[in-house]
């Protein structure tokens, strides 16, 4: 049986203020949780629903490791990484589902 591919992403607020960091085996499923508030939580109490950078891997145990790197960074060095794929910090969901 083929291992799952994991998903590291990055949500955020309306006003961009606060940063999530998560991983996930289905992404298109898990920020529709986080929109939708069925995700109990960081998420929910700080309102992140906006997907706003993804990595894609070919197994979970990589998507966990990327997940651990990231989150011990600084926010500088997060949105660095969001910049340079999103400059505009526009929502991806649309452009997943």
Avoid: C
């Avoid at 145990?61 to 969001?82: C, D």
């Amino acid at each position: 049986m083929a291992e799952k591919k994991g998903y590291v992403y990055i949500l955020t607020n309306t006003k961009n203020t606060v940063l999530y960091t998560g991983v996930t085996s289905n992404l298109v499923k898990r920020v529709y949780e986080h929109k939708n508030k069925k995700v109990s939580g960081f998420t929910e109490k700080y309102n992140l629903h906006k997907l706003i950078y993804y990595e894609i891997f070919e197994d979970m145990v990589n998507a966990i490791t990327r997940e651990k790197q990231i989150k011990g960074w600084l926010r500088s060095k997060k949105i660095a990484l969001i910049e340079q794929v999103n400059s505009n910090w526009n929502d991806l969901y649309l452009s997943i589902v």
